[in-house]
């Protein structure tokens, strides 16, 4: 993996998970992608095994409901422990990557210090609804683009993003849900 980086790691897996199960690359959505320098990998010491290692990767990586990586969480945690960090946020990042992708992003880019997320389309309730939920956030809806400072720290930096991504997705989805009821 370290040879490949995360990225193309994960879109490998991901390749390998819809071929092996027999659906075609074109009914899932595409992930977004999401680089963040940021520890994220299994560590040696908590998983010894490297078949293992592999499993729990490839199951990060082909999870597409928050529910299925809250549940590998509980399972990894009882087999070998308190999850590491560094699993920890690989769990993270595939949560925000779901989140994102929901919410109808395509693009996550950072650029002079900001995270913008792209294309999102928010009416003005949404608008709202992520000003209350991340005040510093920016929306252009004329670039269907959402955008947020986030710190130069790595750590910090990551857990804007874990942050951003739960914001943008509410701000996305709920709007929708009180209208449908209206």
């Known amino acids: 993996m370290a040879a490949v980086g995360f990225e193309l790691y994960v879109s490998m897996l991901d390749e390998a998970v819809a071929a092996l199960s027999g659906t075609a690359a074109d009914e899932t959505p595409e992930p977004v ?3 963040v320098p940021v520890d994220a990998f299994v560590p040696g010491d908590y998983v010894p095994y490297e078949a293992a290692k592999i499993d729990i990767h490839r199951r990060v990586a082909g999870a597409r409901e928050i ?3 809250i ?3 509980e399972e990894l945690e009882d087999r070998f ?3 590491p960090a560094p699993l920890d946020n690989l769990i993270k990042l595939q949560d925000a990557r779901i989140k994102l992708g929901r919410a109808g992003a395509q693009a996550v880019t950072f650029r002079a210090g900001r995270l913008a997320v792209s294309p999102i389309e928010l ?3 949404g608008a ?3 000003r209350a939920e991340l005040p510093e956030a920016l929306y252009e809806s004329g670039r269907s683009t959402v955008s947020v400072r ?3 720290d790595p750590g910090a930096r990551f857990n804007g993003v874990v942050a951003a991504a739960e914001a943008v997705l509410k701000a996305a989805t709920e709007p929708a849900a009180a209208d449908n009821h209206a």
């Open 33 to 35: 992608r999401l680089d």
């Open 71 to 73: 549940l590998l969480g």
């Open 67 to 69: 529910a299925d990586l």
């Open 150 to 152: 986030v710190p130069d």
């Open 81 to 83: 422990g308190p999850v």
């Open 123 to 125: 009416d003005s309730a």
């Open 128 to 130: 709202r609804t992520l």
